[in-house]
Nanobody
Framework: QVQLVESGGGLVQAGGSLRLSCAAS????????MGWHRQAPGKQRELVAT???????NLANSVKDRFTISSDNGKNTVYLQMNSLKPEDTAVYYC?????????WGQGTQVTVSS
């Protein structure tokens, strides 16, 4: 089992920044990659960013120039740095860990961007 605990969400004005953190614990040695998804009201959950153990990064086109993802393997933590936030970034952000046999999700953290 893998436990994921997110933190760092909140309310920010458009143009501002937030950093989300996701701490993984449990059976983490076989995690292939981790990342973030988000779900806005009335919309489907969408991929935001992923990072592999080797550091390969994938970012959604909608955030590529504004968000970065990084990891601290020593702390088993993944970060999502979000800059130049827009109202359309408002969503619940979910941390995600992928293993070969199944995937794991955090409880989600709310990000609200006011205009």
């Amino acid at each position: 089992q893998v436990q994921l605990v997110e933190s760092g969400g909140g309310l920010v004005q458009a143009g501002g920044s937030l950093r989300l953190s996701c701490a993984a614990s449990g059976s983490i040695s076989s995690i292939v990659f981790m990342g973030w998804h988000r779900q806005a009201p009335g919309k489907q959950r969408e991929l935001v960013a992923t990072i592999t153990r080797g550091g390969t990064i994938n970012l959604a086109n909608s955030v590529k120039d504004r968000f970065t993802i990084s990891s601290d393997n020593g702390k088993n933590t993944v970060y999502l740095q979000m800059n130049s936030l827009k109202p359309e970034d408002t969503a619940v952000y979910y941390c995600y860990a992928f293993k070969v046999d199944r995937d794991y999700w955090g409880q989600g953290t709310q990000v609200t961007v006011s205009s």
